[in-house]
Nanobody, 125 residues
């Protein structure tokens, strides 16, 4: 069983930064591709960023490019999302997800097998 636990959300002013973490409890984390998604009230869940099992390949949704950075530490079974220059429109519940096959279709929610419970990010203007 794969369990994903997000942390690091909170309230921040526009222009500020947060770093989200997602810790995985299993023993084969390094085999998984990982993704971050978000969902704002009344909106569909959307892709934010993805990273390959090795960390060598990443992808970002256009609106976060240059502001967000996804990374991973396989020794710690953790994936991170560094969020800088936050905007009010970034406010949402952020979810991490694991693709057990380590594929490269980062932006496709259906390829992910496990999801975390989400962490709230609030950005004040």
């Amino acid at each position: 069983q794969v369990q994903l636990v997000e942390s690091g959300g909170g309230l921040v002013q526009a222009g500020g930064s947060l770093r989200l973490s997602c810790a995985e409890s299993g023993r084969t984390f390094s085999n998984y591709a990982m993704g971050w998604f978000r969902q704002a009230p009344g909106k569909e869940r959307e892709f934010v960023a993805g990273i390959s099992w090795s960390g060598g390949s990443t992808a970002y949704e256009d609106s976060v490019k240059g502001r967000f950075t996804i990374s991973r530490d396989n020794a710690k079974n953790t994936v991170y999302l560094q969020m800088d220059s936050l905007k009010p429109e970034d406010a949402a519940v952020y979810y991490c997800a694991a693709d057990l096959y380590g594929g490269a279709h980062f932006s496709t929610a259906a390829v992910y097998h496990y999801w975390g419970q989400g962490t709230q990010v609030t950005v004040s203007s």
